[in-house]
């Protein structure tokens, strides 16, 4: 089955640290770039980051530039996100999405995770 | 906040059209990059529901339809279903200094 599936949501304080997978299966991952969206409660879709299909270049939305690192392990078929520095406006379910397009400037996201909610509280 | 502006909401009855816009500027529609349409049900995912401005995924009923002028973006629901009822985000590429992909505000359809 085609699926992806993210894990390592959680409770964090804030200034702390987190880092959320997404494990892709059913598809060949290091063909496609892969991104992560997340919305806050009751919020709608924000972009976090894109990822090419070998790595080689990152993407920020200037909300997350600094404290987020965007990576992925195509030998494990697995994406992450180290989110560090974390605010309460970072609250919110994460998504990982799967890249689909020709040209960079055109993609879409094809396929989506459940997501995993992150919480930054005290 | 988003640089894509579509209704909060919109409604109509069993087997109505309606239509959902999404206003943008020259740093994005109106600069030529693709319109896509994503349809989230209640907590769940995101759905691709049109890519490239008016294609379809395999298994999405041509009820829906997507199209774009200048500027703007238009997704049409035909013949409206019970299981519309969902929120609906545009979604394209901006090329200002923040840069990058960029959602709609979203759209909740609500079937009478």
């Known amino acids: 089955e085609v699926q992806l599936l993210e894990s390592g949501g959680d409770l964090v304080q804030p200034g702390g640290s987190l880092r959320l997978s997404c494990a892709a299966s059913g598809f060949t991952f290091s063909s496609h770039a892969m991104s992560w969206v997340r919305q806050a409660p009751g919020k709608g879709l924000e972009w976090v980051s894109t990822?090419?299909?070998?790595?080689?270049?990152?993407y920020y939305a200037d909300s997350v530039k600094g404290p987020c690192t965007i990576s992925r392990d195509n030998s494990k078929n697995t994406l992450y996100l180290q989110m560090n520095s974390l605010r309460a406006e970072d609250t919110a379910v994460y998504f990982c999405?799967?890249?689909?397009?020709?040209?960079?400037?055109?993609?879409?996201?094809?396929?989506w995770g459940r997501g995993t909610l992150v919480t930054v509280s005290s | 906040q988003s640089v894509l502006t579509q209704p909060p909401s919109v409604s109509g009855a069993p087997g109505q059209r309606v239509t959902i816009s999404c206003t943008g500027s020259?740093?994005?529609?109106?600069?030529?990059?693709?319109v896509h349409w994503y349809q989230q049900l209640p907590g769940t995912a995101p759905k691709l529901l049109i890519y490239?401005?008016?294609n379809r995924p395999s298994g999405v009923p041509d009820r829906f339809s997507g199209s774009k002028s200048g500027t703007s973006a238009s997704l049409a629901i035909t013949g409206l279903q019970a299981e519309d009822e969902a929120d609906y985000y545009c979604?394209?590429?901006?090329?200002?200094?923040?840069?990058?992909?960029?959602f709609g505000t979203g759209t909740k359809v609500t079937v009478l």
């Open positions: 979604q394209s590429y901006d090329n200002s200094l923040s840069g990058h992909y960029v």
């Open positions: 490239g401005d008016n």
């Open positions: 999405a799967r890249g689909a397009g020709q040209i960079f400037r055109n993609w879409y996201f094809d396929l």
């Open positions: 990822i090419t299909k070998r790595g080689d270049d990152t």
């Open positions: 020259s740093s994005n529609i109106g600069a030529g990059y693709d």
